[in-house]
């Protein structure tokens, strides 16, 4: 009998210059009620008086959460210096690295975008 899981689908988008914690991290967590949420942590915010974090948390569908993915992705690949790599983090799934520009070919976007029914599979069992 499957277990329900709540565990989160993570991305943490690495830096160059500021490894570890310095890292921004996208969290995609699935909730019964409300489909998706995305939490983004900056890590990396500079101001007058040294940097701070500061987070946004979204709630979207799932048809969002793939545009917001698609923009992301685009993005990323198109920056000019500010990250080097995408980590994921995916229940059942070995922790990935990748380079920003394998983030273009369309496989990689697509296992990308499959990982989503993961958050969801038990809901209503």
Not at 37 to 62: P, Q
């Amino acid at each position: 009998m499957p277990c329900p899981t709540n565990l989160p689908i993570k991305l943490r988008l690495l830096r160059v210059d500021q490894p570890g914690s310095k890292d921004d991290i996208i969290t995609i967590s699935g909730n019964e009620d409300l489909g998706y949420s995305i939490t983004y942590v900056d890590n990396f915010t500079e101001t007058k008086k040294g940097s701070i974090t500061h987070e946004s948390i979204l709630y979207m569908s799932g048809e969002e959460v793939d545009t917001y993915l698609q923009s992301l992705l685009t993005l990323l690949t198109n920056d000019m210096d500010a990250f080097y790599g995408l980590q994921i983090q995916a229940p059942g799934f070995p922790c990935i690295l990748l380079p920003i520009p394998a983030l273009r070919k369309k496989k990689i976007q697509n296992a990308i975008f499959n990982l989503l029914p993961l958050l969801t599979n038990f809901w209503g069992d």
